[in-house]
Every structure is written in structure tokens, then in C-alpha cells.
């Protein structure tokens, strides 16, 4: 079964610390991996999307690392600030060839950033 | 160049009665993708089309459903005889070509049925 699981579920942590955000997926055939943000009350936002070929990639404070061997992902964030206050969703695609709705969604992880 | 457009963002609704939620994808966008978020919950698959077209509705319920993207127009995701289990936020999100690439979403319209 395609699933993708996120951990933790919720994690509180102070302003200025860093933090590190676990996906782990069971989907195939793969194509991509992508981090979105999102704030209460609002939709998500694309902050990375990640190829199987890539290893790492980084949008300012946020890093994802994916190692597709062990189909783990995890998205770093650097120096936490109190915008950072979100939940994060992991979401991988399938490989279908271009169509469809395969896109597979993780349950976010809430983030709290705390002063 | 504006985002997802989604109206209204907030619907109250009465048990039987139908909700209406519609969905400008960005310029240039031909796919568009419906998706349901309840409380604490991640979003859920419902529908992908293409202009006139519905490409995949497997995630969207059999009865009181439907969708349409029509050739002029925002897309329209419609719930007939609203139960209080449609109470959601409903999102939708475009994307310029495959799936595969990048998605962006709408702010998403909040369905209260009472």
C-alpha cells in the first residue's frame, strides 16, 4: 500500500534552535518528493521538490535530503523563527506517467516555534 | 500574476442543502485538482481534471459529488444534500502541465454544514 508517513506528529522547539522533520514512504514507483508548508487557516506552499536522483536540496533555511534507497526524507530548518509555526507535509508522487491524481500525502508535522 | 483563486472561503450550510465551491486556477493552468482537509487530518485526493475533461475521480465520493472544469470558467465542486460529515476545508490546486510537476494550491474554502 502507498503510504507516507511523517514524524513526529508534533514538535514544539525555541525560537532560534534548529529542528528536523522525518518522512518516510512505502510509495512506488516513485518520481518525486516534495516538502510543503503550511500555515493554520491557509493553504500549502511549495518549499522543495525533490527528484530521485537528488540528494539534497535547500530553500534558504530549509534543507530536504532524500535517500531514495532507504525511502526516507527529511527537512531541516535552520535557526527557527516564529513564522515557522506550521504543519510541514511530505508528499511523494507516484511514477504513473503524467496523469492522474497520484500524488500521496503524509498528515503534516506541527511545528510550534516558541519565544 | 495571480495565485489559485478560491471562493467562497467560508460556507455555511444547512443539512440537505447544496454548497457550491469554485476554483480559478493561476493563468495559463489547464490541470486543476480538488483535494479535502478535515481537522488535523492531511489532505485527501478527490478529483484531477483537465479543461472539459475529468481525468480522475477516484478519490471522490460516489453519491452528492461532482465536478466540472468547464472550457470558460472556474473549475466547480459541488456537494449536493450537505451532511454534517462534509464539514471541511476543501482545497484546490493547479498545475501548468503533468501532475509531476509543481503544484500550487488555493487558499481553500471552509464548509460548515449545521
Known amino acids: 500500500k502507498n503510504q507516507v508517513e511523517q514524524s513526529p506528529q508534533s514538535l514544539i522547539i525555541l525560537e532560534g534552535k534548529n529542528c528536523t522533520l522525518q518522512?518516510?514512504?512505502?510509495?512506488?514507483?516513485?518520481?518525486?518528493l516534495r516538502w510543503y508548508k503550511q500555515d493554520t487557516g491557509r493553504g500549502p506552499v511549495s518549499l522543495t521538490i525533490?527528484?530521485?536522483?537528488?540528494n539534497t536540496k535547500s530553500n534558504g533555511r530549509y534543507t530536504a535530503t532524500l535517500d531514495a534507497d532507504t525511502k526516507q526524507s527529511s527537512l531541516h530548518i535552520t535557526a527557527s523563527q516564529l513564522s515557522d509555526s506550521a504543519s510541514y507535509i511530505c508528499?511523494?508522487?507516484?511514477?504513473?506517467?503524467?496523469?492522474?491524481?497520484?500524488?500521496?500525502f503524509g498528515k503534516g508535522t506541527k511545528l510550534s516555534v516558541k519565544p | 500574476n495571480a495565485g489559485v483563486m478560491q471562493n467562497p472561503r467560508h460556507l455555511v450550510r444547512r443539512r440537505g442543502q447544496e454548497a457550491r465551491l469554485r476554483c480559478s486556477p493561476m493563468k495559463g493552468h489547464s490541470h486543476v485538482y480538488w483535494y479535502r482537509q478535515l481537522p488535523e487530518e492531511g489532505l485527501k485526493f478527490m478529483v484531477y481534471?483537465?479543461?472539459?475533461?475529468?481525468?480522475?475521480e477516484s478519490g471522490m465520493p460516489k453519491e452528492r459529488f461532482s465536478a466540472e472544469f468547464p472550457k470558460e470558467g472556474p473549475s466547480i465542486l459541488r456537494i449536493q444534500q450537505v451532511v454534517r460529515g462534509d464539514s471541511a476545508a476543501y482545497f484546490c490546486?493547479?498545475?501548468?502541465?503533468?501532475?509531476?510537476?509543481?503544484?500550487?494550491f488555493g487558499e481553500g474554502s471552509r464548509l460548515t454544514v449545521l
Open positions: 525533490m527528484t530521485f536522483s537528488e
Open positions: 490546486a493547479s498545475s501548468p502541465l503533468s501532475p509531476s510537476g509543481e503544484l500550487f
Open positions: 481534471l483537465q479543461k472539459e475533461n475529468i481525468i480522475d
Open positions: 518522512c518516510n514512504y512505502t510509495v512506488s514507483p516513485f518520481s518525486n
Open positions: 508528499v511523494v508522487t507516484l511514477n504513473y506517467g503524467g496523469s492522474q491524481g497520484n500524488l500521496i
